[in-house]
């Protein structure tokens, strides 16, 4: 993320916050832990995709590429652990 971060100029994660945290301003924001934020997005996007995994068996959602592979992947850690 840090590589994507450096990337684009501030004024795009400016904005970017802003929108992830509406109603607060961006000296509130000027602290924030961007590795924790990180993982908080990554587990939010893998709760997303398990919600609409039911959906697929029902013809009413076609996972993405990088959806079928957190899919995979999330199966696999499941049967290897139990």
């Known amino acids: 993320m840090l590589a994507m971060m450096a990337a684009l100029p501030d004024a795009y994660w400016d904005a970017w916050l802003l929108r992830q ?13 961007w590795a924790r934020l990180a993982r ?3 587990v939010r996007e893998i709760e997303r995709v398990e919600e ?7 013809d009413k959602w076609k996972p993405s590429s990088a959806e079928w592979r957190m899919i995979l ?6 049967n290897e652990n139990g």
Not at 21 to 33: K, N, S, W, Y
Not at 52 to 58: R, S
């Open 21 to 33: 945290f509406p109603g607060r301003t961006l000296e509130e924001l000027d602290g924030i832990d």
């Open 40 to 42: 908080a997005l990554h």
């Open 52 to 58: 609409l995994y039911p959906l697929f068996f029902k």
């Open 73 to 78: 992947r999330h199966n696999r850690l499941e």
